[in-house]
DNA sequence: GTGAAAGCGCTAACAA
DNA sequence: TTGTTAGCGCTTTCAC
């Protein structure tokens, strides 16, 4: 007795052919009804499963997608994930999931293992590190949908979900000028990634627009990291004419200035200001609680798996222009930043 | 054009059969190196990549591993995934993940899916909901390798990785009673999970060896949830005989109590020690810091992988003997129970 | 050392 | 309405 029933084995047992089996299965018009409700007992009975690598072989489609994330630490892509999957399973996907974990090696290697498996698509947030994007032009060359979302690449022409992180960071900028503080910082984050200098950018337009001037040394250059924010604090101590206040590029980012300005004993938020940037979950829940912008990141998710369907139907026809969705930042505002109280 | 390039095509170009560039390409000792030269530069130079899909087809196996767990929201699980990677990756499998959002049907579903996509071995922590069992049973019968973690049940047959929960449960309450406190309340999880029943054993039989008598009352019926901690702690301060301290099923649980406690203007952990379970991230971040015991994640994760290993490797041999492996908890002792400081 | 051919399980075009 | 057959891309046994 074979481990595995094959439609072969259910159109013996019924003394026909695996072509009306498998039509039936499929619950193909051309067949009986007769027919169907016998195949389909027989194949309960005999335990069928039907083989989707043949099928996949067979149809050249395998029903994954695959998304590459930096770290399913980090909340915030686990969060985007979820949004892809639940999109994902309503259509009949499923979704692989690989983590960088920064390394441009690592996304590398995920981006052979994807396309080698012949996914139907690939999702990707880029690593840090990144900044050869070789693979990703491979990924165009075999024609594989490709969408990016969050970390994306202007130059690549390739479809993007991103949110507004001009807008964000000049919220959160201006959130703090009209909590009455007059000297604010930021914390940067690799300039190399978009998301990163448009958050700088953003910080310094809202300055401007309400008549601060942008002082190079506010600016301390960062990471997405607890230590940076640590690094970032002693650093604005350290100045003659120290900030009040601090834009950080990251909720990890925030919460180890929150930390550090803890432990030298400066209160937060009447002595100095912090708000982040990605609504970490744990950010509500530690003292004070984290002022910071929300990036919609089970809709972010939603959007990119839309993208992503939208080129897989689309695929092989005409389909030359990009399409790039931007997403509106959501401020929240906790006891980091509430020096006069809801607003 | 065609846009995928198949053994043939390279074949052709050379002037001779897939056969022959199939061996060459899996390094097989018959082929002249002569050759392998020849095939591994036509390949690269016309772009090939081998296809999975028809290489599992062909061979039956596919490389992939499937992991069931309820919430990849919850770090404890991600954690862990972190470690079966790991492994995975080292010993040439990618993981699956699918998420069961606690809920039996989705369980069975992924589980579904796992068994037709013909992974090679599924890898599982049950959901909360989980009480029937039928859809392991049909894993077993198809003879997929079948591993447990964490949430595991002890009358299917099924090898586990799980940790000492008793111990950990009871190395958690002795900590209280070393910290002086004499009241000591538990918050337990759903009883028909070994794990949550192993913890209350493990309460009880610290209690007992300290002499002091368990009381029925001073368990309140929880979850793994923030407002289970909420409650159980309005509910402890109802009572005309209030404990002192309490030991949480779970971090979630933990930190729910936390901010119930701080909102009733009662100390931690002069007033009220509490600790948890789990070592969730969020834990050394809150204010007080929380303790909890540590369930080497990673490590656990690894150990489920070598288990599967296993499996995979005496696949259809005599392999009877199910095999349990169980971890040591390790206890993180912070701020929320310090009462007389580090021991 | 290499070629020829069968077959993994399925679907679909063509025939009947 | 159902049967027949070819083929998805790869590996492997059997020849030579």
């Given at each position: 007795?074979?481990?595995t029933?094959?439609?072969?084995?259910?159109?013996?047992?019924?003394?026909?052919?695996?072509?009306t089996?498998s039509?039936a299965?499929n619950?193909h018009?051309?067949i009986s009804?007769?027919?169907k409700?016998?195949v389909?007992?027989?194949?309960?009975k005999?335990?069928?499963?039907?083989?989707?690598v043949?099928?996949s072989?067979r149809?050249?489609?395998t029903?994954?997608i695959?998304?590459?994330i930096?770290?399913?630490?980090i909340?915030?892509f686990g969060?985007?994930?979820?949004g892809?999957?639940r999109m994902a399973?309503?259509n009949?996907?499923?979704?692989?999931i690989?983590?960088?974990?920064?390394s441009?090696m690592?996304?590398q290697?995920?981006?052979?293992?994807?396309?080698?498996?012949?996914?139907?698509g690939i999702?990707?947030?880029m690593a840090?590190?990144?900044?050869?994007?070789?693979?990703?032009?491979a990924?165009?060359?075999?024609k594989?949908?490709?969408?990016?979302?969050d970390?994306a690449n202007?130059?690549l022409?390739?479809?993007?979900?991103?949110?507004d992180?001009?807008?964000g960071a000049?919220l959160a900028?201006?959130?703090l000028?009209q909590?009455g503080?007059?000297?604010i910082a930021?914390?940067?984050?690799?300039q190399?990634?978009?998301?990163?200098r448009?958050?700088l950018?953003?910080?310094?337009a809202?300055l401007?627009?309400n008549g601060?001037?942008f002082n190079?040394?506010?600016?301390f250059a960062g990471?997405?990291?607890?230590?940076?924010g640590r690094r970032a604090?002693k650093?604005?101590?350290?100045?003659e004419?120290q900030?009040?206040a601090?834009?950080?590029?990251?909720?990890f980012t925030?919460?180890?200035a929150i930390?550090e300005l803890k432990?030298?004993?400066?209160n937060?938020?009447?002595?100095?200001?912090?708000?982040?940037f990605?609504n970490?979950?744990?950010?509500?829940h530690?003292?004070?609680?984290l002022s910071?912008i929300?990036?919609?990141?089970?809709?972010?998710g939603?959007e990119a798996?839309s993208?992503m369907?939208?080129?897989i139907?689309?695929?092989?026809?005409?389909?030359?222009?990009?399409q790039?969705?931007i997403?509106?930042?959501?401020?929240?505002?906790r006891n980091?930043?509430?020096?006069?109280g809801?607003?």
């Amino acid at each position: 007795m074979s481990l595995t029933v094959t439609i072969a084995d259910i159109a013996k047992k019924l003394n026909t052919t695996s072509g009306t089996v498998s039509r039936a299965l499929n619950n193909h018009p051309a067949i009986s009804l007769e027919t169907k409700k016998r195949v389909t007992k027989m194949a309960q009975k005999l335990n069928y499963r039907r083989n989707t690598v043949a099928c996949s072989l067979r149809s050249g489609q395998t029903g994954i997608i695959g998304v590459i994330i930096p770290s399913a630490e980090i909340n915030f892509f686990g969060s985007v994930v979820h949004g892809i999957e639940r999109m994902a399973n309503q259509n009949g996907y499923n979704v692989l999931i690989f983590q960088s974990n920064e390394s441009w090696m690592h996304e590398q290697k995920g981006i052979e293992t994807f396309l080698n498996a012949r996914v139907d698509g690939i999702m990707v947030s880029m690593a840090k590190e990144t900044n050869d994007y070789k693979h990703f032009l491979a990924v165009k060359h075999t024609k594989t949908p490709i969408v990016f979302f969050d970390r994306a690449n202007d130059e690549l022409e390739i479809d993007a979900v991103i949110i507004d992180d001009h807008k964000g960071a000049y919220l959160a900028t201006e959130h703090l000028i009209q909590q009455g503080y007059t000297r604010i910082a930021h914390i940067s984050g690799p300039q190399h990634l978009n998301i990163f200098r448009a958050r700088l950018e953003g910080y310094k337009a809202a300055l401007t627009a309400n008549g601060m001037r942008f002082n190079k040394k506010l600016v301390f250059a960062g990471d997405v990291s607890i230590d940076a924010g640590r690094r970032a604090i002693k650093y604005f101590l350290s100045l003659e004419n120290q900030p009040d206040a601090a834009f950080a590029v990251e909720d990890f980012t925030a919460l180890g200035a929150i930390k550090e300005l803890k432990e030298q004993g400066i209160n937060i938020p009447s002595g100095f200001g912090i708000i982040g940037f990605a609504n970490e979950s744990f950010g509500e829940h530690i003292t004070p609680s984290l002022s910071t912008i929300d990036q919609q990141t089970v809709n972010m998710g939603k959007e990119a798996f839309s993208l992503m369907l939208h080129l897989i139907e689309t695929k092989g026809r005409i389909n030359k222009n990009i399409q790039k969705k931007i997403l509106e930042p959501i401020p929240v505002f906790r006891n980091s930043s509430l020096k006069k109280g809801n607003i």
